[in-house]
Structures are given as C-alpha cells and as structure tokens.
C-alpha cells in the first residue's frame, strides 16, 4: 500500500468515528426504562416525581408501595420498620435497610448502554452490580459518589455528619471535588461532611445481619436466575426468572417453545386473578402481579389457553418481535363493550396492536374499579366489544394507599471508629442503636419508645417458600381475597434530627462509557441489541468494561438528568413503549 492510499485510508477511518459520533446523539438517546420492586418487607414507601430532597419535598406525595411496583427515573422508595429490594434489567439489585431513603435519578438506555444514577438520601444501601460494556452505574451519598466498572457488591451509608462505603467484592471508584480514590474489596472508605480533605481508606469491619440478609438473597437469586434461564433465549434480560423458576414449572408447546405455568393453580385459573392495578402518567394502568412471580408473565410475552391445561405463559414477545419483547404496562389487551362495560383480554403472542386479540373468545374478564372480577360468556363474536388503548380513568382506581412521609432519622458517624463502622449515635447525648428485635434504630437512652414501636405499623412473620412462618423478618403487605389490602400503616412520630445538608449531584456519563456506546452500536463489540431480542451469535457472554481512566473524568461530571421518554416506543427490556 502507498502512502497516499494508507492516508485516503486513515481519512475513511476518521470520518467513520466522526459519523458514528455524530449519530450517537440522536440514536436511541435518553429512553425512559423500567425497573422492578421485587421484595417488600414491613413499611416501605414511595414518592414520585419529588423535587430536590425527597425529605424535605412538602408536596410529594408518599404511597404504600407494592410487590412488583415498577419503578422509573424520578422515584423515590423509603424505608422506616422494613427493607426492600430493587431488580434491575440484568439482574443487578439494590437492597435498602431500615430507615433508607433511595432516589432513582436518572434511569435512562442510550445506545444500547444503561445509565443507571442513584442518590442515597439517607441510611444504608447495598448494591450488587455487573455492568455490561457501555453500561453506567453510580451512587451518590452524602458528599461523594462511586462508581462501578464491573462486578462489585458495595455497601454505602449516608450519615449526618459523613458518608462510607464498603466494598465486600470486586472494586469501585470514589468520587469527589474533581479527585478520585480506589476502593478495592475488603476495604472502606469514609469522608466527613463537608470534608473532601478528611478522605480515608481504611480495612471494612465484619459485616452486620443486614449484610447477611442480603448476601442469602443473592446467593439465592443467583442459583434460581442461573436455573430459569436454561428455558428461555432471552440475552442481557434476568429479572423475574428465578422467581419463575421457584414458583412454577416450564414445558414445550408446540410453535412456542417452552412456556411456563404457576404451581397450585386448577383449570379455572385466569391470569388477573391476584394483583392490584396501579396508575402512573408515564405508562398508563399497570397491573400489579401480586406473587412473587408477577413481574415478567405481566409486562412481557404473552398468554395462551389449551384445553385440558388451561392459561400458560410464553415468554415470546407480541408486538416487540423475538425474546421477551418490550416492556409493557399490562400483557392484556383492553376492550370496551357498546353498552360501555370495560374488559381485559390477555395477550396471545401473535397479536397485532390494534387489531381484535386472538383470545378474545376464551379469555375475556370483566374489569371493575377494584380490579379483574369474573369471567365473561364465550363471545362467538367481537362486534359488541372493540379494541381501546387505555381504560377511562373513571373506570378503574389506583388500589395503593397513600401515607405519610418517611421521618428523617439522625445517624452519626461513631467517633474514633474504623471507616467501615456501622454503630451510630445520635444528636446531644441520646445513642441511636440498631434493635434486632425490632429491626429498626431506636433510642436506647429510652427504653420505652424500644417497646413501643411505631405506632400503626404492623409487624408480621415473613412466610417462606415453604409456606411455614419465620419472625426474621416483617411481612410482605397484606393482600385481601386476592385484592390490595389497605394497610394499617400509622404515621410515625416526629423524630429530632439536623436539616440535611445538600448532597452532591450524581457524576456524568465518562466519556469512554459514551464512546463504547457508539463502539456497540455500530457493531465492533458484537454487543448486539439489548433486553429481548433473540442472539444466536453466542452474544450472552456479557463483557464487562474496563475501569482506566473513566473515574477522572466522571469525577467533574455535572448533575444534569437526562429526559424521561416515557411514551418512547423504543423495544428493549425495561423501555417503555
């Protein structure tokens, strides 16, 4: 080769870079995602759309939250006597302990990549992480952030006068004022507030029941996510098919591959028999599944009826193509008769959007203000019943309770402790402990408000997979003859506590992430399309993404959010449509 033709060919290659770099900013950019709460235990809250702190926001508006709650960019989820858990789209998870407050900031997929940027209002937050190549993960507390370039379990506490983290696998990186620090496992990092200069590494201190509680709840989400998914092709999607694995069994169906039933459940089951509907500006009506399994056979695939066997669920995507498909609110197609009665049909996997559901004449339920009722005669015609995109909003009701706030609890950083220390006291001369047995801080100067309890908040054993009751935990809510219950959730009494002090905002995307994005998208990484499609190249070996230099330049990052696209129709696991 000349030197003209390798320099022709050097000026290919630039252009290239330079288009690909130009079509990233509009490809896929910003595309709102959906994430799931896949644990409930004792009193977890949230709020939506809060403005600033979510403690301090006056007119956000607190809900008891649900099983299987889906949760998008601008939640708030809040913890005072519970804990919770948090599925993200390829399996990472965020557990809150008791009294946490946990804002999901920015929610978004640009390129093929996730953006995933959390804030950590108050309390104590594990994470357990495996970001993809083009992926982006971080966790605001108190004064500083982290970031995780691969896999990494991370604790992070938000105290009142200082933050840590703790890293019990892999490594993170910390950010702060434009420096950033290593923490590698084993070790903590802490930093008072205020302080970018009182930075400390140090060895993490044994972990506490909280984190044994969540190391069983990985160790067992991993076995049943690694059983579920030898039944269905589905790359870089995990969420919900360990629970599908414990809770039902897979067989083959002739045209639709392996398709799955609940266990327990007799020949006059219906789909919409146990759950609570739910009403979000973003998405519309969504229906909440209130098993344990109820988030993947009500968001993605769909429905079909055999006789002899009844309703079973193939996780093959109607109107999204191969895999699993798109996201969506409800998998039911919503009619509404001439005489103005409102129904739901479960979606078949071959149904077109618009057009009248093939189950229409086996599967049409009556729909009323308090969910799915009773089932509707065979139709042997769909004259009297048309397609409509959405319920009336008269027609149905929103079945979470509203509540109060959740109190802002005042934790200090214990003095001459280890960085990874979790003991805390409070203002003045009052220690705030952590009570086992009631799993929650109280004052222990006080013994009476340790008996007491919160007021209004019931604490129940947790059931097992087994069915018999353990007191390690509260319960899940309550459910009513298979509707939502109401929950006696009581508001707690006004505990004293400084303002909070205002937080950093959450770094940037680093440019290397960006340009692996573009990397992908044009097919040089193979990555592929993410959450559904079908990949027959091998392409569910997930590659993780290096962590040189990408921390200083996020460390500088501005907080700016990106948009929420609720109403994109972009495909994918986890996007709405």
């Not at 996780?315 to 005489?339: L, Y």
């Not at 409509?388 to 149905?396: C, E, F, G, L, Y």
């Amino acid at each position: 080769m000349t030197s003209l033709q390798r320099f022709l060919t050097a000026i290919s290659v630039l252009m290239l870079i330079v288009g690909c770099g130009a079509s990233a900013a509009s490809a896929d950019s910003s595309h709102a995602r959906i994430v799931r709460l896949s644990v409930v235990q004792g009193d977890v809250r949230f709020a939506r759309d809060v403005k600033g702190d979510p403690l301090a926001d006056s007119n956000a508006g607190w809900e008891a939250a649900a099983l299987n709650l889906p949760i998008r960019q601008g939640y708030v989820v809040a913890t005072d006597n519970g804990r919770a858990v948090v599925e993200f789209e390829n399996g990472a998870m965020a557990f809150l302990s008791e009294n946490t407050v946990l804002e999901f900031y920015d929610l978004s997929s640009e390129d093929g990549g996730f953006t995933t940027r959390l804030i950590l209002r108050q309390g104590s937050a594990e994470f357990n992480v495996t970001p993809a190549r083009g992926d982006y993960f971080s966790v605001t507390g108190g004064d500083f952030s982290v970031q995780a370039d691969s896999r990494t379990t991370f604790r992070m506490n938000n105290f009142d006068d200082g933050s840590s983290v703790n890293v019990l696998h892999g490594r993170l990186t910390a950010l702060s004022k434009g420096k950033s620090t290593p923490v590698e496992k084993n070790q903590a990092l802490s930093m008072k507030a205020g302080d970018p200069e009182s930075v400390a590494v140090e060895t993490a201190t044994a972990g506490d029941d909280f984190d044994q509680w969540v190391s069983a709840k990985i160790e067992n989400f991993t076995t049943a996510t690694a059983s579920g998914s030898q039944y269905v092709n589905s790359y870089d999607y995990s969420s919900g098919f360990g629970d599908l694995y414990t809770y039902g069994t897979w067989f083959p169906m002739a045209g639709y591959g392996n398709c799955w039933r609940p266990y327990g459940v007799g020949l006059g089951w219906s789909p919409f028999d146990f759950g609570s509907w739910y009403f979000d500006s973003g998405f519309g009506w969504s229906f909440l599944g209130g098993q344990p399994w109820g988030w993947l056979p009500y968001h993605y695939g769909g429905w079909l009826f055999r006789p002899g066997v009844g309703w079973v669920w193939s996780p093959s995507g109607s109107f999204g193509g191969g895999g699993i498909g798109r996201w969506r609110p409800v998998t039911g197609v919503w009619m509404r008769s001439a005489g103005g009665a409102v129904g739901i049909v479960p979606s078949h996997p071959l149904d077109v959007k618009g057009k009248t559901p093939r189950n229409l004449a086996v599967g049409l339920f009556a729909v009323t203000p308090r969910g799915v009722s009773t089932t509707l005669p065979p139709l042997e015609s769909s004259d009297r019943w048309k397609v409509q995109k959405n319920p009336a909003r008269d027609t149905m009701q929103n079945q979470l309770a509203a509540t109060a706030a959740p109190a802002r609890v005042a934790r200090t950083m214990t003095a001459g402790a280890t960085a990874g220390a979790r003991v805390t006291t409070g203002n003045g001369n009052s220690a705030i402990v952590y009570d086992r047995t009631g799993r929650r801080f109280v004052n222990a100067e006080n013994p009476q408000s340790a008996k007491q309890g919160i007021a209004g908040v019931r604490v129940a054993p947790e059931q097992s997979r087994s069915g018999s009751a353990t007191s390690q935990v509260p319960a899940v809510s309550e459910r009513v003859s298979g509707r939502e219950g109401q929950r006696d959730v009581g508001v707690p009494g006004a505990r004293s506590a400084p303002p909070a002090r205002a937080a950093v905002p959450p770094p940037s995307v680093p440019r290397s992430v960006s340009t692996q994005r573009v990397f992908n998208e044009n097919g040089g990484g193979g990555g592929g399309s993410r959450g559904g499609s079908n990949s027959a190249s091998g392409a569910s070996s997930r590659a993780t993404s290096s962590s040189s230099s990408s921390a200083t330049a996020a460390s500088s990052g501005s907080g700016s959010r990106a948009s929420s696209s609720s109403g994109s129709s972009s495909g994918g696991g986890g996007r709405p449509h």
